[in-house]
């Protein structure tokens, strides 16, 4: 069973709503019983990261989830704000510490010409090797005003917006998107097919 | 390459999809839920739905239709219509939707929109600017006979740090004539805050044409959609071949 991580942090039935269109047992909850026992963990949210945090700290789920994700190996995926938490520290609105599973920072999209937040749709990439240019990816639905600054070695995909940007962050059993492939149309559901659909 | 957004506005009256003319003259041009299922097979990149008679007849939104209506969506969704409370938002944010648009209670409680953006932060809060010409002066559309400019307007709510702006001519709605191209470059002066323009669209080039203008905003419309044979997909062809950034 697949479990969505009800913490108060936004719109969780978008979530809920493409796994089942994929015919996945799904749960939205907070229960750490539920949580021990999904297949997979999914931390969406939108909102401020102090706020999303707080809610996590508040509900006892910052050590089980270290225990399951990092101690047992439990398949996790993280979607915009739920990508920004596993992050050591972020800044929104003020400096906190984060779930601090990959290191590396949050901070705010400072650009001189484009409006913030980034919104709307935007095609990803990944880096080939030196001098070989990009692999364009799908287009996703963006919509943050603030992005991850990995500091140790991970395996990325980019989005351009005046400089470049983590689109999203895969280290063994975590992975994580700036995006939001559930409001991202056939690119996202068939990103979420292949993932969810080699885990649960 | 961040994309020109293309949204489909469905308006509803309580009972059908309806589409008016400068905002009288509504006329019948469908169930929600079939137009819905249809624009999101055709890939449009968001969707705007709105009860336009909810605040006029002093009623909630069709929750239960809205969830039907947001359930055949894999793309983003602003729902707008009679929204008074933080209950009304949370309401529609718990069955799904992104964004909720507001308007009549942004217009006589901005205090109340600071406090909603707070609480549900500035990404989910949209406000809806009717705009009417009077005196060769831009005002919002009101109710009563109150003047009020759509400049000091969006202004304060640019300072309420509200997630985005849908700015709708109400002379050019349903005219198919197209956009007031002076109305969203005025707009775009007034607030840096995302803008979705509506309103006069009527054949692919007038969505060229607004963009041309050097306007970086969103493109909404509806008459095209609902009374021509052009569909979302089209017009993204058009605005491809005139190198407008799209996903198709």
């Known amino acids: 069973m697949i479990v969505v991580i009800d913490y108060g942090m936004g719109?969780?039935?978008s979530v809920q709503k493409v796994i089942k269109?994929?015919?996945k047992e799904v749960k939205i909850t907070c229960d750490k019983k539920e949580i021990q026992k999904a297949s997979l963990i999914v931390l969406p949210g939108v909102g401020s990261f102090e706020q999303g945090m707080k809610n996590l700290n508040d509900l006892g789920l910052v050590d089980l989830l270290y225990q399951e994700v990092i101690q047992n190996k439990k398949p996790f995926l993280g979607i915009c704000l739920g990508m920004?938490?596993?992050?050591?520290?972020?800044?929104e609105p003020n400096e906190c510490n984060g779930l601090g599973w990959i290191k590396g920072r949050v901070v705010p999209i400072v650009n001189s010409r484009l409006p913030v937040p980034h919104l709307g749709w935007n095609n990803t990439y990944k880096h080939k090797e030196e001098n070989q240019g990009d692999t364009l990816l799908n287009n996703f639905y963006f919509i943050h005003s603030f992005h991850v600054l990995p500091e140790e070695a991970v395996e990325c995909t980019y989005v351009d917006y005046e400089f470049r940007m983590v689109a999203s962050i895969e280290k063994e059993n975590i992975f994580a998107t700036q995006f939001h492939p559930e409001k991202s149309q056939n690119a996202g559901l068939l990103l979420l097919k292949n993932y969810i659909e080699s885990y649960a | 390459m961040l994309k020109v957004r293309l949204i489909p506005v469905m308006t509803f009256n309580g009972v059908s999809l309806v589409k008016t003319k400068q905002f009288t003259n509504a006329?019948?041009?469908?169930?929600p839920i079939q137009v819905a299922r249809v624009y999101n097979s055709r890939n449009v990149d968001e969707l705007v739905f709105v009860d336009i008679k909810a605040t006029e007849q002093g009623r909630k939104i069709n929750l239960p239709l809205v969830k039907k209506?947001?359930?055949?969506?894999?793309?983003?969704v602003t729902i707008g219509g009679g929204i008074r409370t933080f209950e009304d938002i949370n309401d529609l944010?718990?069955?799904?939707?992104d964004k909720v648009l507001i308007k009549s209670k942004a217009l006589q409680n901005p205090e109340f929109i600071v406090k909603a953006v707070e609480y549900f932060g500035s990404q989910c809060i949209s406000i809806a600017v009717d705009v009417i010409v009077k005196d060769r002066e831009y005002l919002t559309h009101q109710k009563n006979d109150e003047k009020v400019l759509m400049k000091t307007f969006i202004e304060k709510m640019h300072q309420c740090n509200v997630g985005e702006f849908v700015v709708n001519s109400v002379v050019c709605d349903g005219m198919m004539n197209g956009f007031d191209k002076i109305l969203y470059q005025n707009v775009s002066q007034i607030t840096t805050k995302p803008i979705v323009a509506v309103g006069g669209a009527g054949v692919p080039s007038h969505f060229t044409e607004l963009v041309q203008t050097n306007y970086n905003g969103a493109l909404a419309a509806s008459s095209i959609y609902h009374f021509t044979q052009y569909t979302p997909q089209e017009v993204k062809k058009t605005l491809n071949k005139a190198q407008i950034p799209v996903r198709i």
């Open chain 1, 21 to 23: 269109s994929l015919k």
């Open chain 2, 69 to 76: 209506v947001i359930d055949e969506c894999f793309m983003p």
């Open chain 1, 11 to 13: 719109n969780l039935a």
């Open chain 1, 84 to 91: 920004q938490l596993i992050m050591e520290k972020g800044s």
């Open chain 2, 27 to 31: 006329r019948t041009v469908g169930n």
């Open chain 2, 93 to 97: 944010l718990g069955i799904g939707a």
